[in-house]
């Protein structure tokens, strides 16, 4: 009944069309099995499908039955049912009857079993297994990294940072199994929430050098990286809400942004601030470049540049009004040499331990009489690629740094590749903020940027931190996972009328096309 027509789009884009034509069986409609008996097995599909009888109701329940993924049998089971009624109607008015139009109308779509078959093997999940397989070998290192610090004189709970990594690994897998799409619906509360929590942790909680660093419950020590992961997707809903907003659209997208930047500034924790800007700036410049605002893309890319401009002058002025800013920036300019006594003695510090670190192996230079846990103030959070480096060597520092790279990009071209816009602006969110975490963390330790405090993800000591990148990593493979199977409604509404979707009336025939279903971004 059906004559495939199989079209495919890179590795990761493929789909396929069946298309009635009358009552003849085009050869080509099964798979080929091995026995080359394809015309037996359309013959007796037929027969099946004639000698049934069965309605639409009896015909959709066939379809769906075969599709193991619950969620996508709705969508697939009004699209197929819009177009056999469509179907009937043409019948009926070439004299059939109600009862037989229907009945030629669910024996012209073919063999129920057949499609529901290609359905499901079209629309199952899948696992991107590479960046997972990443994630656990940087996982593994951090993990490796402090065992060997706790065996060494280092004040660091070996138990604590397992508990958090498999609590941080709990939370990766259950969101990556999670239907990203329900994330939509809490975008207000979600950004509520985090205002909420932000603020108090701004204004009530405990300080630490000056600056309000968490909130305790519990018994546990709740950092505000916390904010985000739930400003990641409250900021993918946002962008949703704005999308076709123009130039105002982008202005109140940056609103919202400044809105939640007041609380992280009052802290002040400029480290958070910096990595939801930085990853905003990103989201929206990729946003821009995409029509996401409207038609006239420079106009919009050049609103983004203007407003990444702007914040860079407003980080400009904020660190010239603060001199110990100013301090690390003029210690970093001279190699740690204007300030031994202040903000020059961790980068002289650092330049000292990466100068005497081996290729493999630990170092075993002493500074000034001391081991590095003792000269190195951070040295398991802020500063632990450096003493990755010192206790393992170069060699090791440069695997996790490659993998680093490998994570980021991996993730970025998964991104690339979604095709549902909400889950591109989720997966986007969150591998920006990974990226910049890891960036910034790399440059700082290894010297290529004034000091700052940083965290780098999976190999620095804490566990608000660590389950964080490990949500965000998640929100990424769960939007992978399901980048076959959900469509994006905004992009390609499920209408028959529009002849948009995966079954459609075309120069008379019906075409079955699978990709329609996905959803394309455009």
Known sequence: MFRKNLKEKG??????????????????????????????????????????GAGMEEFLDEICSHIKYTEVRRDIRSEIEGHILELKQEYEEQGASPDEAEEKAVLAMGDGGEIGRRLNKLHRPRMDWTLFAVVTVLACVGIVNMFFLSRHGYNVSFIKYVFCAAAGFAVMLGLSMFS?????????????????????????????????????????????????????????????????????????????????????MIMPCAR??????????????????????????????????????AASIAAAFYICLNPRLLERIFAFVSRGQSDLAGAGYIEETIGFWLAGAEW??????????????????????????????VSFGWI??????????ALIIRGFVSAAKIRNRYGFLLS??????LAVQFITGIFVNFG???????????????????????????????VWRRNRIVSDAEDEQISHTRGAGIVYLQDGKIVFDLIGLIGKKK
């Open 11 to 52: 590795d990761s884009n493929s789909g396929k069309a069946a298309r009635l034509d009358g009552a003849k069986i085009e050869p080509d409609l099964y798979e080929k099995n091995g026995d080359g008996n394809e015309a037996a097995h359309q013959r007796a599909a037929q027969t099946a499908a004639q000698e049934s």
């Open 180 to 264: 990203y799409e329900r994330l939509k619906k809490i975008t207000y509360p979600l950004y509520a929430f985090s205002l909420i929590a932000l603020f108090a942790t701004a204004l009530f909680g405990t300080k630490f050098n000056g600056a309000s660093m968490y909130v305790s419950i519990g018994g546990f020590a709740i950092s505000p990286d916390y904010a985000i992961v739930f400003l990641a997707v409250a900021f993918a809903g946002f962008f949703m809400k704005y999308r076709g907003g123009g130039i105002a659209g982008e202005l109140k997208l940056t609103a919202l942004l400044v809105l939640a930047l007041i609380p992280v």
């Open 272 to 309: 958070i601030a910096a990595v939801l800007a930085a990853a905003f700036w990103i989201v929206l410049i990729a946003s821009a470049s995409m029509g996401h605002f409207g038609q006239n893309r420079r106009r919009h890319i050049g609103v983004a540049l203007a407003l990444g401009m």
């Open 360 to 389: 493999i192996g630990r170092s075993e230079v002493l500074y000034n009489g001391y081991g590095i846990e003792q000269s190195l103030p951070s040295a398991v959070s802020d500063y632990a690629l450096v003493n990755l480096v």
């Open 396 to 405: 090791a520092g440069a695997v996790f740094t490659a993998l680093a790279a």
């Open 428 to 433: 986007t969110f969150a591998c920006s903020a």
């Open 448 to 478: 290529l940027a004034p000091q700052t405090s940083v965290s780098i993800p999976f190999i620095s000591y804490g566990g608000t931190g660590y389950i964080v990148n490990m949500a965000l990593t998640g929100l990424i493979l769960s």
